[in-house]
């Protein structure tokens, strides 16, 4: 994902943390609110809970990759943040993958009220 489809500053992900809609599963928590943009931005939260910089960056390399063409086809102005859960770790990539997709439809494609 190319620096314009990421949040990389503070402020963007407690804005999309502190306001916007939820969604959850087992695996992740999607926060989501619009973005002035026009076009879909993301960013990763994986807390150091969940183990040491090689399993961290390990779902997030999981995560960015099965984002990716997601977010290619989605044309919503949104800022999106995935936290991935303790249950990631472990998690196939196939239900990873379904779970994400779920979540994207489900929050991401919507109308924030």
Do not use: C
């Not at 809609?21 to 989501?32: D, E, I, Q, T």
């Not at 943009?37 to 939260?45: E, H, I, L, N, S």
């Amino acid at each position: 994902m190319n620096p314009r489809q990421r949040l990389l500053k503070t402020a963007d992900f407690d804005r999309a943390l502190r306001s916007g809609r939820r969604a959850g599963s087992a695996y992740l928590a999607l926060f989501v609110s619009d973005n002035e943009f026009g076009r879909p931005r993301v960013g990763f939260a994986v807390s150091r809970k969940l183990g040491n910089a090689v399993v961290r960056n390990r779902i997030k390399r999981r995560l960015r990759e099965l984002v990716r063409p997601l977010a290619q086809s989605t044309e919503a102005g949104r800022d999106v943040v995935i936290v991935a859960r303790p249950s990631a770790i472990e998690a196939e990539y196939a239900r990873l993958r379904d779970d994400l997709s779920a979540l994207w439809s489900q929050s991401v494609t919507r109308r924030t009220p």
